[in-house]
């Protein structure tokens, strides 16, 4: 979970400001290009969560046996999964149906 490893979901935000200028000001990326860039945003995010969760030290732990997930357990890593991922969750989301509602 980290730059090196699966943490693949640091490239939506990367590419967020990106993808803004080239939709709203430029004028380059349709509505459609727009939701494919959320539905990919979303599908790395849920790689990024569904990687957490296997492995945290549980009963589910899949992965990372050498070093679990300890982290995310003690501030100020736990605002990660308690805070951070539900707002990009809901930002997605939100976008989504903005965009769907204007086809």
Not at 64 to 78: E, K, M, R, T
Request: aromatic share 14%; hydrophobic share 55%; net charge positive.
């Amino acid at each position: 979970m980290t730059f090196e490893g699966r943490n693949f979901d640091i490239l939506a935000g990367i590419t967020a400001p990106i993808i803004a200028y080239l939709a709203f000001t430029q004028k380059k990326i349709s509505r459609n290009g727009l939701l494919i860039w959320n539905f990919i945003c979303l599908a790395l995010l849920a790689n990024i969560v569904v990687n957490a969760f296997l492995s945290v030290p549980s009963p589910v732990q899949q992965f990372a046996f050498d070093q679990p997930n300890i982290a995310i357990l003690y501030v100020p890593f736990s605002w990660l999964p308690t805070f951070v991922v539900p707002v990009v969750l809901f930002a997605h989301l939100a976008s989504i149906q903005q965009l769907l509602k204007k086809i």
